[in-house]
């Protein structure tokens, strides 16, 4: 099993947190009891000079709201965005050729990083329903619309990456449905496809989860439901997020009335999300049979922080509670 931490693909990070010195960053893993790390791009700038031996897996851009643009939805475009224009910068495309190219430019950055791994978001979540929990689109619908868009993008390629879609606590994949996750497999046409199962987000498909005894208990009863399905799980991405009462309060209450600004609306919301998704450190052994059950070729503690030694602090934290 490979252990892995996440961190910025960008300039900033590499200067800042470790000089741009390959061997402060190979000292930092081995604090941290880590092989490697999970890179994803800033999208601004060129792509820093990490050494390509520490860089084994690579999380793809994403757009949490996306369905509508992929459809050209423009009634739906025009409620959210009010322009052509304003969408169109937004989503820095006019359509979807100009939006799958984004991503077929990530994906030769990862190829180009000879990674082992790469990690797809499989979800859809306008700012609105973060509020709400009124979902717009169905999950089977943006199962099936990832489907169409990986699909476009990886055949007839040579990539030879592990393709790990990722469940959310959003619509899409959610891995609370095994029905569904089997539908996500099918329609994906890549022969090293594969599932990135992120325990954070799971959790957060449950608001009546206490503690972590009662999480690994809902994590394993789906994992019981997928059966077979979970030899797809070739990924982990570790961490907890219990934020149930937090969720029970906010939609007991009339949701906010957010800025016009859509960029101003992402800055509001995103601290609402943060709230929700915590990517907060294991503190107990509780999920330690979950993971040995799954037995992940890629173990990613995959954890927010307030710097360098935040994370360091935070990835020790976990893996001496979970006795790694």
Not at 142 to 156: K, R, T, V, Y
Request: proline residues 5%.
């Amino acid at each position: 099993m490979l252990q892995l931490v996440n961190l910025p693909y960008d300039g900033y990070t590499w200067q800042q947190w470790f000089g741009a010195c390959p061997q402060n960053l190979r000292r930092w893993l081995h604090a941290a009891g880590c092989h490697a790390v999970e890179i994803i791009y800033g999208g601004d700038g060129p792509v820093p000079d990490f050494p390509q031996d520490l860089v084994r897996g690579y999380h793809l851009m994403f757009y949490t709201d996306w369905l509508d643009f992929w459809r050209q939805d423009v009634p739906a475009l025009t409620e959210k965005f009010g322009s052509r224009e304003v969408w169109q910068q937004f989503y820095h495309a006019r359509g979807r050729e100009e939006l799958l190219r984004q991503f077929d430019e990530d994906l030769q950055r990862a190829h180009a990083a000879g990674v082992d791994y790469v990690v797809f978001h499989v979800g859809d979540v306008c700012f609105a329903e973060t509020y709400t929990y009124n979902w717009r689109h169905t999950n089977q619908e943006i199962i099936d619309a990832a489907a169409e868009m990986i699909n476009l993008l990886l055949d007839g390629r040579p990539y030879k990456f592990d393709f790990l879609m990722e469940n959310l606590p959003w619509p899409g994949l959610r891995f609370d449905d095994a029905r569904l996750t089997e539908r996500l497999l099918s329609r994906v046409n890549y022969p090293h496809k594969g599932l990135m199962l992120d325990t954070g987000h799971l959790m957060c498909t449950e608001t009546a989860l206490h503690d972590e005894a009662e999480a690994a208990d809902y994590i394993s009863r789906r994992l019981d439901e997928h059966g077979d399905l979970c030899r797809y799980i070739k990924g982990v991405h570790l961490h907890k997020s219990l934020s149930g009462e937090y969720v029970r309060q906010f939609l007991q209450q009339t949701p906010p009335v957010l800025p016009d600004d859509v960029y101003e609306q992402f800055a509001v919301t995103y601290q609402h999300i943060l709230q929700i998704d915590r990517h907060l450190p294991l503190e107990t052994d509780a999920m330690a049979p979950v993971l040995a059950r799954i037995n992940p070729k890629y173990l990613v503690h995959e954890l927010s922080s307030g710097g360098v030694e935040d994370k360091l602090l935070r990835v020790n934290q976990q893996r001496k509670a979970m006795g790694l």
